[in-house]
């Protein structure tokens, strides 16, 4: 079973502070890593992608990829209550990477 | 507004009814999918379509019965659900199935399907 595991949270943080989403996923044949931002009522966005081991930033958004370890993460800096979402992380295998397996969400707050 | 339409938006229905939930592409994409989410478990992939031929079928049950006319269209037949198939049910499309770099995944709104 393939299978990919966020701390289902809520991940609670100070506005202006740095928050960290983690994400461990099963299938070594992944290729492709996604984090989606799900507002309550909405349907996911997809915020950040990432294909090679490393960091990738975009803006405030940085995901880290560590396929030897099959970890994946997303550092939100300077964290606005606007943030505060359901983080949804995703892998999509080989060449069908367009199958995402998804984990079931970290919750996350950002007080003012 | 991802491109991806989806309608209706919220649908209550009977045990014994039949509906269908639609869905509409603008990106000029070759897969759809469709996922169900419901209260405190991962997103669930559902069907696939690729190029208009189901690729994909996750042992959904029969009652759920999906169909892909063309490209750009994509439907989710429903008659006899039960309770527990109240779900918030997207579909999504993305260039090809690959997942090559940028084939990017996008969602509809989703529809809210409650079973009464």
């Known amino acids: 079973q393939k299978e990919v595991e966020q701390n289902s949270g809520p991940l609670s943080v100070p506005e202006g502070a740095i928050a960290s989403l983690n994400c461990t996923y099963s299938?070594?044949?992944?290729?492709?890593f996604f984090w989606y931002r799900q507002y309550s009522g909405k349907s996911p966005e997809l915020i950040m992608s990432i294909y090679s081991n490393g960091d990738k930033e975009d803006g405030r958004f940085t995901a880290q990829l560590n396929k030897a370890s099959q970890y994946v993460s997303l550092l939100i800096r300077d964290s606005q209550p606007s943030d505060s979402a359901t983080y949804l992380c995703?892998?999509?295998?080989?060449?069908?990477?367009?199958?995402?397996?998804f984990g079931q969400g970290t919750e996350l707050s950002v007080k003012p | 507004e991802t491109g991806v339409t989806q309608t209706p938006r919220h649908l209550v229905m009977g045990m014994t009814n039949k509906k269908s939930l639609k869905c509409e592409q603008h990106l000029g994409h070759n897969a759809m999918y469709w996922y169900k989410q419901s209260a405190k478990k991962p997103l669930e992939l559902m069907f696939v379509?690729?190029?208009?031929?189901?690729?994909e079928n996750n042992s959904v049950p029969s009652r759920f019965s999906p169909e892909c006319p063309n490209s750009s269209h994509l439907f989710l037949h429903l008659h006899t659900l039960q309770p527990e198939d109240s779900a918030l049910y997207l579909c999504a499309s993305s260039q090809d199935m690959t997942g090559s770099y940028g084939n990017t995944i996008y969602f509809g709104e989703g529809s809210w399907l409650t079973v009464v």
């Open positions: 995703a892998s999509g295998a080989g060449n069908q990477g367009g199958k995402l397996i």
């Open positions: 379509y690729s190029l208009e031929e189901r690729v």
């Open positions: 299938d070594r044949g992944s290729q492709s």
